[in-house]
């Protein structure tokens, strides 16, 4: 590791500047290339490839939302409810972090996943295998007709950032990530409206919702969920400052 290297990502606001900078010396690509592209600010993982999730190294495209770690206490809880053979939607599904994680862990799921970007889908079919589907759509609604009734486990880490929070974003979110993967409406939790009002047509009796918000968040995400039709529960993981809201069809 050069120090040259380390200083110049000190000197562009990177916390981490060692680990980052043997993370980019230790890759296959043009040192000096990526380098320059992590100082103009470009998520690390977007510069490196990929990123670590769940014990996986899963590929991350440039313009694809960076799965958060905090997500893999999403992943923990799907994973409790979700039986071997059992049909799973990952519904935002950005990279397909959380499906492959899930996958992972379950392989006999039948995992569908859906992004209305383009590019995330690209990414999670590289990330999925060739049996999981992978759609591009709006939420739900880019699931086979055939799958109506049929669905397990619906779960997302939606876009929860409330549109006037955006600006306060860090750059390389705010600069490099799509919006859509980020703006979550008014008050955060539109799309987690749009995906609970939409569920029931895809769950079977019995199935279960499970949305990633903010802890301040929780209560009114919950409300979404009961009011459409759903028993509905919060839980929180102090380690990785996550919430998720998990939800029981009647």
Same mark, same amino acid.
């Given at each position: 590791?050069?120090?040259?290297?380390?200083?110049?990502?000190?000197?562009?606001?990177?916390?981490?500047?060692?680990?980052?900078?043997?993370?980019?010396?230790?890759?296959?690509?043009?040192?000096?290339?990526?380098?320059?592209?992590?100082?103009?600010?470009?998520?690390?993982?977007?510069?490196?490839?990929?990123?670590?999730?769940?014990?996986?190294?899963?590929?991350?495209?440039?313009? +694809?939302?960076?799965?958060?770690?905090?997500?893999?206490?999403?992943?923990?809880?799907?994973?409790?409810?979700? +039986?071997?053979?059992?049909?799973?939607?990952?519904?935002?599904?950005?990279?397909?972090?959380?499906?492959?994680?899930?996958?992972?862990?379950?392989?006999?799921?039948?995992?569908?996943?859906?992004?209305?970007?383009?590019?995330?889908?690209?990414?999670?079919?590289?990330?999925?295998?060739?049996?999981?589907?992978?759609?591009?759509?709006?939420?739900?609604?880019?699931?086979?007709?055939?799958?109506?009734?049929?669905?397990?486990?619906?779960?997302?880490?939606?876009?929860?950032?409330?549109?006037?929070?955006?600006?306060?974003?860090?750059?390389?979110?705010?600069?490099?990530?799509?919006?859509?993967?980020?703006?979550?409406?008014?008050?955060?939790?539109?799309?987690?409206?749009?995906?609970?009002?939409?569920?029931?047509?895809?769950?079977?009796?019995?199935?279960?919702?499970?949305?990633?918000?903010?802890?301040?968040?929780?209560?009114?995400?919950?409300?979404?969920?009961?009011?459409?039709?759903?028993?509905?529960?919060?839980?929180?993981?102090?380690?990785?400052?996550?919430?998720?809201?998990?939800?029981?069809?009647?």
């Amino acid at each position: 590791m050069t120090d040259s290297v380390v200083t110049r990502l000190r000197a562009a606001g990177c916390v981490f500047a060692e680990e980052e900078a043997a993370l980019l010396e230790s890759s296959a690509g043009d040192v000096e290339a990526l380098v320059a592209r992590r100082v103009a600010g470009e998520p690390l993982e977007q510069v490196l490839g990929w990123a670590e999730f769940a014990g996986l190294r899963v590929r991350v495209a440039p313009g +694809v939302f960076v799965p958060r770690r905090r997500s893999e206490f999403l992943v923990a809880q799907a994973q409790a409810l979700a +039986v071997p053979g059992e049909v799973v939607v990952d519904a935002c599904c950005g990279s397909g972090a959380i499906g492959a994680a899930l996958l992972a862990a379950r392989p006999s799921l039948v995992l569908h996943a859906t992004d209305v970007d383009p590019a995330a889908v690209a990414c999670a079919r590289e990330n999925l295998p060739e049996a999981a589907g992978v759609h591009v759509g709006d939420l739900l609604d880019a699931l086979p007709a055939s799958l109506a009734g049929r669905v397990d486990v619906i779960v997302a880490s939606t876009p929860y950032v409330p549109t006037d929070a955006l600006a306060d974003m860090p750059p390389e979110a705010r600069d490099h990530e799509p919006r859509a993967a980020l703006d979550g409406g008014g008050d955060g939790i539109d799309v987690v409206r749009r995906l609970a009002l939409g569920a029931p047509a895809w769950l079977r009796p019995g199935g279960h919702l499970l949305v990633e918000c903010a802890e301040h968040q929780a209560d009114v995400a919950r409300e979404a969920l009961v009011a459409v039709g759903f028993d509905a529960v919060v839980h929180h993981d102090d380690d990785r400052d996550a919430t998720v809201v998990v939800g029981v069809l009647h």
